[in-house]
């Protein structure tokens, strides 16, 4: 499986990825508020939805950047391991088809 990662080195590239990388988490979230609000859905439930959701899906893509050995530091002492990089892996398995 081929898997492209992506090397930012300017300062301000990394700055617009960021800008992105933000945009691309709150632009869906205000999108299924008005959507709550449009549907009447009460808000206290669609918002704990959406938060354990958003949570979920942010722990899953921070335990995707583990390596295996990570994994086995992690069980073997309980050290947690440092992820340095942001990214979600997404349709990645499609690349290799």
Known sequence: MNICLITISRLEAYNSFLLFYQLA??????????????????????????MVTSFCFLLGTRFSTFTLDD????????IWPVAYHKFALGFSYLLDK
């Open 25 to 50: 988490f709150i632009i869906p979230f205000l999108i299924l508020i008005v959507t709550g609000i449009r549907r009447k859905y009460d808000m206290s439930r669609w918002l704990a939805i959406m």
């Open 71 to 78: 994994w086995s530091a992690l069980f073997r002492d309980g």
